[in-house]
């Protein structure tokens, strides 16, 4: 069983930054590094968007175009973690924000990324931005 838990949310001004944390805890056996681990968000009343990948290996960061330049994804393999550093954000962002695991070395994983393609899901992390 993989169970994912994100924390890192709040409250933050326009303009500031947040950063999210995914812990992992993966399935005996296996490596925290052969899954691919997206973020994902969901503002209300819209659908959930993908918003950045890591692949397996850390090979691959994806982002979408919307982030690109200004969010950051990174994993630390010692601690079963991957990051999202979020900067200049805007109240556009407001949403939940959940990170998702999906086991495979492939690249195509973190192709958009699309949720289809992810196994394992957290809860969520509510971001505010506003003044």
């Known amino acids: 069983q993989v169970q994912l838990v994100e924390s890192g949310g709040g409250l933050v001004q326009p303009g500031g930054s947040l950063r999210l944390s995914c812990v992992v805890s993966v399935a005996s056996g296996l490596a925290f590094g052969a899954y691919a681990i997206g973020w994902f968000r969901q503002a209300p009343g819209k659908e959930r968007e993908g918003i950045s990948c890591?692949?397996?290996?850390?090979?691959?960061?994806v982002y979408v175009d919307s982030v690109k330049g200004r969010f950051t994804i990174s994993r630390d393999t010692t601690k079963n973690t991957v990051y999202l550093q979020m900067n200049s954000l805007k109240p556009e962002e407001t949403a939940v924000y959940y990170c998702a695991a999906v086991l495979g070395w492939g690249s195509h994983y973190c192709s958009g990324p699309r949720e289809s393609l992810f196994d394992y899901w957290g809860q969520g992390t509510q971001v505010t931005v506003s003044s």
């Open positions: 890591i692949s397996a290996g850390d090979r691959s960061a």
